[in-house]
């Protein structure tokens, strides 16, 4: 069985936005509690507190806080995993130091088990109902695959005044088509390569397909800059100095939101559509191994080029990626197909001749678009150079030492896109509370992404 997210937009009533409002507030609260609870513990007696310590305390803390007993346990027990989650990322040095969390700031809650919850649908809008809330919302929204819900995450986008019922679902695992002893299909390989003048370069062996970069952030950049500057000369909200926000200033922010909103739905649309135009032709996938994450950010302090890395940043995430290197493994995999990942440092598509395998290192310079190669005499344009490269690497044609399949590890997407190191999930920790009940185990017992602060 696999498990894929879905998302549905929930449509509440004015009586219902109201308790999801205050159940939200409620979890924000929750959060904070238990930061503020970790960061005293460790500045009076250096002490890190652990999960099943906070966890453990959240019946005397409805007790005492009445207006939390309405809500869910495990719910509540799922907001303390959020600190905990928070500080283990933060111990492993992969994000800053948990803050507090406005309440304008907070997304939702989730509903870690099957109980709490209940969703009537078969797929296709439906309802969900709140037991916890005693409400049953509307809620609109289809997806491909529908199985048995597991989980169920409550989230609320404060720009667009919007409520969505995100559910893990467990599906079945489809056939893969290519087993270990039947051979590849060439003929439906497609490799492809990432830019920002060109957002995808396509080669299937035969023929080249460019897809243009649409540029949705540029096309709305001077219309937000417009709103946004209008926006700073109304009267913001300031908590200090206890100043409420103008109707003028709340109005402008809403138009903000909505112009974002709209490039975000017209991003996330063009995605859609030519990752399952893609999907739909080829059964495998070949792509390189990005690190968004670093090639995103900012230029470094004393840097003479942080325009041209500020406006390189702005056209990478204009095309997104990530999501697009997401989107065509799940849908390719989904009807059966295969997903690779070349390594990058090792091929380096970009800097090698695909005729000769030479690597030339005065290629990786971004603004050499044009590559003819000193050794052979071959020339072609640098993405169609890449995504050449990528295909000769994955039929085993491309000449240079460590470029043959069996070198490159052969990535599957299930072992790079989806890796994430072990922090320790609301399963595990229930598999590990039961054991400790049944071996009696003595001594102080830390979750997985607990780590000593010293």
């Known amino acids: 069985m696999a498990t894929r ?3 549905f937009r929930l449509y509440p009533n004015k009586q219902q936005e109201n308790k999801l409002f205050e159940a939200r507030r409620n979890h924000a609260y929750l959060y904070n509690a238990c930061i503020a609870h970790r960061r005293y513990e460790w500045r009076a007696s250096q002490k890190t507190v652990t999960y099943f310590e906070q966890q453990n305390c959240l019946p005397a803390f409805k007790k005492e806080w009445v207006e939390f007993a309405y809500l869910h346990s495990q719910a509540l027990q799922a907001t303390v995993k959020r600190v905990d989650l928070a500080y283990g990322a933060f111990f492993q040095g992969l994000r800053k130091r948990p803050k507090f969390k406005s309440i304008r700031d907070y997304s939702g809650w989730s509903y870690p088990a099957k109980s709490g919850w209940k969703v009537n649908s078969n797929g296709k809008h439906g309802s969900v109902t709140l037991n916890d ?29 919007q409520w969505f019922a995100s559910f893990t679902v467990e599906v079945p695992t489809p056939e893969t088509k290519f087993g270990s002893d039947s051979d590849l299909n060439y003929e439906s390989i497609v490799c492809f390569d990432l830019g ?56 402008t922010r809403k138009q903000v939101s909505r112009l974002q909103r709209k490039v975000a739905n017209q991003r996330k649309d063009w995605q859609h559509r030519v990752t399952s135009d893609i999907a739909s032709h080829y059964d495998i996938g070949v792509t390189e191994q990005l690190n968004t994450k670093s090639m995103t950010r900012k230029a470094k302090k004393g840097s003479k080029r942080k325009k041209q890395k500020a406006g390189l940043n702005k056209s990478i ?17 989904q009807k059966g197909g295969l997903m690779l990942m070349l390594p990058t440092k090792q091929i380096k598509p970009s800097q090698r001749c695909p005729n000769c395998g030479v690597v030339h290192k005065d290629w990786a310079d971004l603004s050499n678009r044009y590559h003819v190669c000193g050794d052979c005499g071959f020339e072609i344009p640098r993405d169609r150079g890449s995504v050449m ?22 990535l599957g997407s299930t072992n790079s896109t989806s890796k994430r190191k072990h922090t320790g999930s609301m399963r595990q920790l229930g598999q590990r509370k039961r054991r400790k009940s049944c071996l009696n185990l003595d001594g102080e017992l830390e979750t997985p992404s607990s780590y000593e602060a010293g």
């Open 5 to 7: 997210r879905q998302t």
């Open 133 to 161: 809330l005693g409400i049953t919302v509307r809620m609109r929204g289809q997806s491909k695959q529908w199985g048995v819900p597991s989980t169920l995450t409550i989230v609320y986008k404060p720009g667009t005044n």
């Open 196 to 251: 920002t003048e060109t957002a995808l370069t396509l080669y299937d062996g035969k023929h080249f397909t460019a897809l243009e970069n649409p540029r949705f952030t540029q096309r709305c950049e001077q219309l937000i800059k417009r709103k946004s500057s209008s926006l700073r000369r109304k009267r913001a909200p300031s908590r200090r100095k206890k100043v409420k926000a103008s109707r003028r200033w709340r109005k």
């Open 317 to 333: 995430l204009s095309v997104g990626f990530g999501t697009l290197n997401q989107m065509m493994a799940y849908k390719i995999e």
């Open 389 to 410: 490269v990528l295909y000769n690497v994955v039929t085993d044609a491309q000449p240079g030492l460590g470029t043959r399949l069996v070198d490159c590890g052969c």
